[in-house]
């Protein structure tokens, strides 16, 4: 959905119970409803460009089935601690992610992610967890201008074939 004038997701979107893929690309939403979180056969979350979201809610947790998430161009501050119970996570995009500047530890319960691309973003860090990606094949950080280290960790990452 580019609806660009959309600025509000009703609650009632958590109804939606047989939805599998859920696009609010480029739209003024703020938020995201907490009634997300009853989503459970969604498998792709994408909200690029929605440049006034700052935040996940914390029912994203119970977003199971989710494979992909694209949080590509938000203001997003923060990743809830939560979404390392998303075990199914595939890909995670964050690029142009200005306001991003850390990752929660939790990250590292993502087993099955595969993609993690923070290009062109402010991340400063990144936790001593995300060694535990062991399925992670692609890492993108070009361009991450604040980003001062990368944790002893980085090593553990056996399948990574892709680091730019």
């Not at 890492?139 to 990574?160: D, F």
Request: with cysteine.
């Amino acid at each position: 959905m580019w609806c660009e004038s959309l600025t509000v997701i009703p609650d009632s979107i958590g109804s939606l119970i047989s939805l599998t893929q859920l696009f609010f690309n480029s739209t003024k939403i703020k938020e995201l409803p907490s009634t997300i979180g009853s989503l459970y056969y969604l498998r792709e979350l994408s909200v690029g460009n929605c440049k006034f979201l700052s935040k996940l809610p914390n029912s994203i947790k119970t977003l199971a089935s989710v494979v992909e998430l694209q949080l590509d161009g938000t203001t997003i501050t923060d990743l809830p601690d939560e979404i390392g119970e998303m075990k199914l996570l595939r890909k995670l995009e964050m690029m142009n992610c200005k306001n991003l500047e850390y990752l929660p530890e939790s990250i590292g319960h993502l087993a099955f992610l595969t993609t993690l691309n923070m290009f062109n973003g402010n991340i400063r860090e990144l936790p001593e967890s995300i060694g535990w990606l062991e399925n992670l094949v692609t890492l993108r950080l070009n361009k991450c201008k604040m980003l001062s280290k990368l944790p002893a960790s980085i090593g553990n990452l056996k399948s990574l074939y892709h680091f730019f």
